[in-house]
């Protein structure tokens, strides 16, 4: 990988490729049909709505005079990047719940989304002000709203950092 793109692993490679453009004065549409692309699809990329494939990757190497395979690699750095982030939004924190909340269940078996409102009913019900700090962080402020509004008897637990 060209040594100046090492510091944007993890950036969506449009959007270096867009940098790279206006720097060099060359305007999308022109530059997408240069390389044989719908402009409409090299705009997407640019913008970071879209991956770039390997071809239209070497294409636009070779019409910049980048190192082949620079914007590639940078497209597997994103594709890691955004898989990580998946993986640390499937579940709350467990540091910060106690397994004792979660007594008739495996804490590490649990599946976060689909049983939500019986997880957030649960810390609302039994838990600390740090455990439902950190499923408001991690359901959002809504859904966690939403899931106590929802059982059978009517609950106004008070969110954290929630306005009144």
Known sequence: MDKRFEKYKGIHPGVVLERELKKRSLKQRPFALS????????????????GISTA????IEKELGLEEGTLVLLQAYYDIRMEKEKWERAKPDLSLLRKSLFWDADIDRIDWNKHYKAVI???FERGNEQEKNELVRFYGEELVQSALNTGRTPRSFHIPGASK
């Open 35 to 50: 390389v044989a692309e719908h402009p409409q699809t090299f705009n997407a990329i640019a913008r970071g709505k879209r």
């Open 56 to 59: 239209l990757a070497l294409k």
């Open 121 to 123: 009913q649960r810390v």
